[in-house]
Nanobody, 118 residues
Framework: QVRLVESGGGLVQPGGSLRLSCAASGLSFSSYTMRWYRQPPGKERDFVAT????????RYADSVKGRFTISRDNAKNTVYLQMTSLKPEDTAVYYC???????????WGQGTQVTVSS
């Protein structure tokens, strides 16, 4: 059974930092592209960042470039999202997603809430 479990969310003041983690199990983690998405209250779920299964070319949404960093540790089956200079508009539920190379397998975590507020 595949599981993706996000953690690390919480309440942070504007300008602060958080690191989200997504621990995967039940899949060959190193062969999956990993992505982070977020869904603000009352809005659609949007792409945030991705790290491929091969290579080191991460990609980011324009809204988070220069502030967020995605990384992965294949030995720990975990993907991270380091978030800095957080803004109130970063408030959302953050989800991780795992997609196989062929796209045949696609999994989502349950999400973790990030609230940026003073």
């Amino acid at each position: 059974q595949v599981r993706l479990v996000e953690s690390g969310g919480g309440l942070v003041q504007p300008g602060g930092s958080l690191r989200l983690s997504c621990a995967a199990s039940g899949l060959s983690f190193s062969s999956y592209t990993m992505r982070w998405y977020r869904q603000p209250p009352g809005k659609e779920r949007d792409f945030v960042a991705t790290t491929p299964s091969v290579g080191n070319i991460a990609r980011y949404a324009d809204s988070v470039k220069g502030r967020f960093t995605i990384s992965r540790d294949n030995a720990k089956n975990t993907v991270y999202l380091q978030m800095t200079s957080l803004k109130p508009e970063d408030t959302a539920v953050y989800y991780c997603r795992a997609t196989s190379r062929t796209g045949a397998y696609d999994y989502w975590g349950q999400g973790t809430q990030v609230t940026v507020s003073s």
